[in-house]
């Protein structure tokens, strides 16, 4: 089991990056929340990491904290919950989020997130009610205001490199591509960074 990378941060494009370690590049798959906290391009990197072994692929899923890994450990258990799943969810909300909508039994919040429809809502807020008992919010998460999501319908084609790379990013955290466009063009400002745009475009969900 790989359970932290050390290293020089290669290349960033949500929601995948590159760490060296002595040599040696690791592909790692984050959640968009723990992206956010990543440093610069050639800076040292750590990532509390998750090894997955399928038949046909070897994949890897880093998190800023143990306790969004922590998180993810449980999601995946979860009938129905797969990485790309869980990945999603955790892109969507924090982990002190997540477990407020479980406290509070939230499906409105969750049924919001790409790849989460009423009934697997439902089941994940029973499943994972006991899961979460150690995974109490840090402080009181603001799940109102604060959670990122993204909104819906095509307009119109969009060019640039940061606006691309914002929308492949939704893309691959499960958005459509009408979806991805329409959010990203709604929140696009000049030298805007991918990033940002990421950020506030997930972010707009919660007053669509």
């Known amino acids: 089991?790989?359970?932290?990378?050390?290293?020089?941060l290669i290349e960033k494009?949500?929601?995948d990056v590159l760490i060296d370690v002595a040599g040696v590049g690791y592909e790692i798959q984050i959640p968009m929340t723990s992206f956010y906290e990543l440093p610069a391009?050639?800076?040292?990197?750590?990532?509390?990491?998750?090894?997955?072994?399928?038949?046909?692929?070897?994949?890897?899923?880093?998190?800023a904290k143990k306790?969004?890994?922590?998180?993810?450990?449980?999601?995946?258990?979860?009938?129905?919950?797969?990485?790309?799943?869980a990945l999603a969810i955790m892109s969507g909300m924090t982990t002190d989020q997540f477990v407020q909508c479980v406290n509070f039994d939230d499906v409105n919040t969750l049924v919001k997130l790409p790849g989460v429809g009423?009934?697997?809502?439902?089941?994940?807020?029973?499943?994972?009610r006991d899961r979460l008992k150690n995974?109490?919010?840090?402080?009181?998460?603001?799940?109102?205001?604060?959670?990122?999501?993204?909104?819906?319908?095509p307009e119109g084609l969009l060019t640039?490199?940061?606006?691309?790379?914002?929308?492949?990013?939704?893309?691959?955290?499960?958005?459509?591509?009408?979806?991805a466009?329409?959010?990203?063009k709604a929140v696009y400002a000049e030298g805007k960074s991918s990033e940002d745009m990421i950020r506030e475009a997930l972010r707009s969900m919660v007053s669509a």
Do not use: W
Request: charged share 25%; hydrophobic share 40%.
């Open 13 to 15: 494009s949500a929601p």
């Open 135 to 153: 995974l109490q919010p840090s402080e009181k998460a603001d799940i109102d205001s604060n959670l990122v999501f993204a909104p819906g319908a």
């Open 1 to 8: 089991m790989i359970g932290r990378i050390r290293g020089t």
């Open 41 to 63: 391009c050639g800076s040292e990197a750590i990532l509390y990491t998750h090894f997955v072994v399928r038949e046909d692929a070897q994949l890897l899923f880093g998190f």
């Open 181 to 184: 466009q329409k959010a990203v």
């Open 118 to 128: 009423k009934k697997t809502a439902e089941r994940l807020l029973i499943e994972m």
């Open 160 to 179: 640039s490199d940061n606006q691309s790379e914002a929308i492949s990013a939704l893309m691959a955290l499960g958005y459509k591509q009408p979806q």
């Open 67 to 85: 306790s969004d890994r922590a998180l993810f450990r449980e999601l995946i258990k979860a009938n129905g919950v797969g990485p790309k799943l």
